[in-house]
């Protein structure tokens, strides 16, 4: 019945029909529900079975189980926070509260101008921001305000990704500019520990949440201040500790990860090497006996549970487009940015959380990462040819 219904409203939407306009939209959601039915004319084509739809779609799978669990945490910091008790679906009910509204100004702000953008070049709908959608609410503070949120979605969607071409042509993650955009135009709405815990009263639940001065420093947030760190390492495993809305659980991640590997959706080379360079960085900050800096005293382990560095590894270093694509350059590009992460957390005391950087400033280097390698194998083997 549906296909019937698509059917019969395509024509109004072809080129003549009185909704031409629309046309980018109607396909875009046509595509979406249905696998679309045109073959190639001409020439040879390799066809496969998995497309940008299917790789997308894992991927936001894939983010499901930190997103249920960032709702639940948020739910259950801010019940902390306000000193009262509530049960799990309260909890979970309360962080699902303050979570949609950011995943529905997401989409409608990005999706909108792709839209806009497809119908003005006359191209099809890309997929890349069912991704990057639900990504940027993910990973921006809890109290990040819907309007700030929007203006970021749109410079991302803007100057990071249709600017140059559109999906699969960016070089920098659209995500990660968007929270990098916030980081540094509104400062104050990125730091500090006002901006993990929301501190609101849902007024299904009936208990006020919306106590004076709801503080509380994320694990990160307190090294930086050389001020211990009050949660427990079990704690910051599971995720129950403040943070963005899909970085604080390992164990969420975790399973989004074996998801994203099993589908070979994403590299375990890139994944494994961001690990192993953040590993072996945390343990040479450990040997130097910075006593002054406690970042640097920070387990090696601890680093890589706490903050985004997981959340980064997992979902933003292995982004295909932006990462490396030779599979030696996978080891280096994982290796720096792992590296690189850790040495700004330490180096840096005023911006405690390193990953997004990282990876940005990696995102440059991908592609000449990439052709070293592939330059070298052209060497290698005109070397063999000559001979």
Known sequence: MLRKFLDRIKPHFEEGGRLQAFHSLFDGFETFLYVPNKTSKVGVSIHDAIDSKRIMSIVVIALLPALLFGMYNLGYQNYAAAGVTGTFFEMFLYGFALTLPKIIVSYGVGLGIEFVVAQWKKEEIQEGFLVSGILIPMIVPVNCPLWMLALAV????????????????????????????????????????????????????????????????????????????????????????????????????????????????????????????????????????????????????????????????????????????????????????????????????????????????????????????????INRRLKRVQK
């Not at 960016?170 to 135009?185: G, H, Q, Y």
């Not at 709801?214 to 390492?233: E, F, K, M, R, Y």
């Not at 990860?257 to 360079?277: C, D, E, N, P």
């Open 154 to 377: 749109a410079f991302a969607v803007i100057f990071a990704k249709e600017i140059y071409g559109g999906t699969g042509m960016n070089i920098f993650n659209p995500a990660l500019v968007a929270r990098a955009f916030l980081f540094f135009a509104y400062p104050t709405s990125m730091s500090g520990d006002q901006v993990w815990v929301a501190g609101e009263k849902f007024l299904g639940l009936g208990n006020d949440l919306g106590a004076d001065a709801l503080t509380q420093a994320t694990p990160l947030g307190q090294a930086a201040s050389n001020v211990d760190i009050t949660a427990s390492v079990s704690d910051m495993f599971v995720g129950l500790i403040p943070g963005s809305i899909g970085e604080t659980s390992f164990i969420a991640i975790a399973v989004g990860a074996v998801i994203l590997l099993y589908t070979r959706v994403a590299s375990w080379k890139t994944m494994l090497s961001v690990f192993v360079g953040g590993a072996l960085v945390g343990l040479l900050f450990n040997s130097l006996g910075l006593e002054s800096n406690a970042v640097a005293n920070m387990p090696w382990h601890v680093h890589l549970i706490t903050g985004g560095f997981a959340f980064g590894a997992v979902f933003m270093a292995t982004d295909p487009v932006t990462s490396a694509r030779t599979e030696q350059g996978k080891y280096i590009y994982g290796f720096l940015i792992g590296a690189l992460a850790i040495t700004i957390r330490v180096l840096n005391p005023g911006y405690p959380e390193g990953m997004m950087l990282a990876i940005l400033f990696m995102n440059m280097f991908a592609p000449l990462i990439d052709y070293c390698f592939v330059q070298s194998n």
